[in-house]
Nanobody, 119 residues
Framework: QGQLVESGGGSVQAGGSLRLSCAVS????????MAWFRQAPGKGQEFVAR????????TYTDPVKGRFTISRDNAKNTAYLQMDNLKHEDTGIYSC????????????WGQGTQVTVSS
């Protein structure tokens, strides 16, 4: 059965960096587009970034452009989210998701990892 496991969350001061990882098992990772979403306290889930199957194309929500970088290593079945110059408003639970049909639908989700940025 497929599994997505996030790691790398934690607490950091504003201006700091974190690198999230999403390890995928039991699924054809190289055949899936991958994305990161986040949910801030008291708010709905928000799209953060997406990367296509080969890693040649990435998309970001405007608030993180220039600060976050999504990447993937198909040999390691792992997707990453490098987060630099973190802001308090980046606080939330970050989850990775897999899109096996490249249709913007994500049937596969991880459990999430907490990111807390103190101002």
């Amino acid at each position: 059965q497929g599994q997505l496991v996030e790691s790398g969350g934690g607490s950091v001061q504003a201006g700091g960096s974190l690198r999230l990882s999403c390890a995928v098992s039991g699924l054809a990772f190289a055949d899936m587009a991958m994305a990161w979403f986040r949910q801030a306290p008291g708010k709905g889930q928000e799209f953060v970034a997406r990367i296509n199957r080969s890693g040649s194309n990435t998309t970001y929500t405007d608030p993180v452009k220039g600060r976050f970088t999504i990447s993937r290593d198909n040999a390691k079945n792992t997707a990453y989210l490098q987060m630099d110059n973190l802001k308090h408003e980046d606080t939330g639970i970050y989850s990775c998701a897999g899109d096996p049909y490249s249709q913007g639908r994500y049937p596969f989700w991880g459990q999430g990892t907490q990111v807390t940025v103190s101002s």
